[in-house]
């Protein structure tokens, strides 16, 4: 793409039309509604005041907003970073958490220009489809303890809110019925006064401007052992939550966005957090779901959620403190009933079983641990697992013998490699009597040392009885495979179709 192409490109995502600006400056809005709960719930979880999250979100916003890599996706403070950052500050004090967030951003920035984000390649759909359940869940269950211990007036609130949120649309789609839910159900919490929870309940919002505050822990290197660590999970969570979020409005748009841009500025958006007193942060799912849903497709919507963020949670204070949390957990409930895929249910029994397994296992864990990252840990690691075992069932070794030639043919199918190295070797017969053996790998293809390392056991085991070996068929790259590292066999040329030994 030519740089003048890149920039007409980068326009298009800010502005596409008056309809499209004012469809992202609502859905950004409505956005900003919905991350305030989170943000304030995660600052706790992280052992940090509310202004510290909600100022962190701030800038995190406007900064992806112009650097990141996927239009209409909010970040924030919220989501796994703040697990991992508890322990931190409840060990260290908020010092090191924002050293701590200032070195995961530079290395986000790192992986990004590494481009590391090929690594993505690698979780594939049913990993995706459990991530975004186990999210939907936890997004669920996060608004449960707001539903305890309340009285009738707050099940009302929500009942009405869900019907505004459902109804509404109906009639018309000029504003995003969310934002219609939270005017409606504030204007009648200060109409008629009733026991509810308002926003202000949830903690301190912030009274000020944030201001840049350089953090300055001990400039020791146990002050970086201690950090380092931190700071490396805190990327590496934020990365992959980040990532997992672009792809699914990736799939939701059926648009496509640059993941290396994505991690490199969130790097810079978290480096400027840290350097305002701010938490690291990441792409916030459902607050990203919610924004696509509203409406929003372009930057201006992530732009209008960081500003008017800032807008409400300084100057329009009074008003936002009065909003009723049944509102805010009517939007949520809405957003985690939209985000779950009700299809992958149907899926279950229509897709393979190791595809239901993955995709169940991933919800599971992710649900039971709270953490996203070990959720789609344990997803990738069993779709490697269930990947190598299909491949392994599908090598195959045959045999026939030509008693004119005495010769033994083993004719090898198949992918070798570390999984189906063991099968591969097992599938000789060390007690034949032929005089000749040839091994056909015309069909087969080696794949790494394990697997050249089982042949030239085979190799070796069957000269010791005596029986002369003869391999044919090598391709270009098993044959320089061979070649490198065999201990017993060496291979003419990189082109070598026969070994005689």
């Known amino acids: 793409m030519t740089s003048q192409n890149m920039l007409s490109h980068y326009r298009a995502e800010w502005f596409s039309g008056a309809a499209a600006a004012r469809r992202d400056v609502l859905a950004g809005m409505v956005g900003t509604f919905a991350l305030i709960p989170e943000v304030i719930a995660f600052s706790f979880v992280a052992g940090v005041s509310p202004e510290v999250g909600l100022f962190a979100s701030f800038v995190i916003g406007i900064v992806i907003a112009f650097l990141g890599g996927r239009p209409a996706m909010i970040s924030g403070a919220a989501g796994s970073v703040a697990l991992v950052a508890a322990a931190l500050v409840h060990g260290y004090g908020i010092q090191y958490l924002l050293a701590a967030t200032l070195l995961a951003g530079l290395f986000q920035i790192v992986f990004g220009l590494l481009k590391l984000d090929v690594l993505m390649r690698f979780v594939s759909r049913s990993v995706r489809t459990g991530f975004v359940n186990a999210l939907a869940i936890l997004i669920f269950s996060a608004q449960v303890p707001q539903m305890l211990g309340v009285t009738w007036h707050t099940y009302a609130m929500i009942a009405l ?13 000029a504003i995003p019925s969310p934002l219609i839910c939270i005017v409606v159900l504030t204007a009648i919490s200060i109409a008629f006064p009733m026991p509810i ?64 841009r994505e991690c490199t500025g969130l790097g810079v958006a978290n480096m400027a957090a840290g350097l305002f007193g701010g938490i690291a942060g990441c792409g916030m799912i459902g607050q990203t779901v919610g924004n696509v849903r509203y409406g929003g497709r372009g930057r201006l919507s992530t732009l209008v959620a960081g500003v008017f963020l800032l807008a409400v949670i300084v100057p329009l204070r009074p008003i936002v403190a009065q909003v009723p949390v049944a509102a805010l957990v009517a939007i949520m409930i809405m957003v985690a009933i939209s985000t779950f895929s009700w299809g992958s249910l149907r899926d ?43 491949v392994t069932r599908l090598m195959a070794v045959d045999s026939r013998y030509d008693p004119a030639a005495d010769r033994r043919t083993y004719v090898v199918s198949g992918q070798i490699f570390f999984a189906s190295a063991d099968i591969f070797a097992d599938r000789f017969d060390l007690r034949d009597t032929a005089a000749n053996v040839t091994i056909d790998l015309t069909t087969a293809h080696l794949w790494d040392i394990t697997a050249v390392g089982a042949l030239d056991d085979v190799v070796a085991k069957l000269r010791r009885h005596g029986i002369a070996v003869e391999i044919v068929g090598l391709n270009e790259a098993s044959a320089i495979l061979v070649d490198q590292n065999a201990r017993l066999m060496q291979v003419s040329g990189a082109n070598a179709p026969t070994i005689a030994l």
Request: charged letters at 10%; glycine letters at 6%.
């Open 161 to 173: 809110g869900l019907a505004i949120i459902y109804l509404l649309p109906r009639l018309t789609t």
């Open 197 to 260: 929870h308002t926003v202000i309940d949830l903690g301190r919002l912030a009274t000020a401007l944030p201001t840049l505050a350089i953090p300055h822990p001990p400039m020791t290197w146990k002050t970086l052992r201690i950090v380092a660590p931190f700071a490396l999970a805190m990327a590496a969570v934020g990365l992959l939550e980040s990532m997992m979020t672009a792809s699914v409005v990736d799939d939701l748009t059926e648009t496509t966005s640059s993941k290396a």
């Open 348 to 390: 279950l029994g229509r897709h393979p079983r190791m595809s239901g397994v993955v995709m169940l296992a991933t919800v599971v864990v992710t649900v039971a641990t709270h953490d996203l990252a070990a959720g789609v840990a344990v997803g990738v690691l069993l779709s490697g697992v269930f990947f190598a075992f299909k």
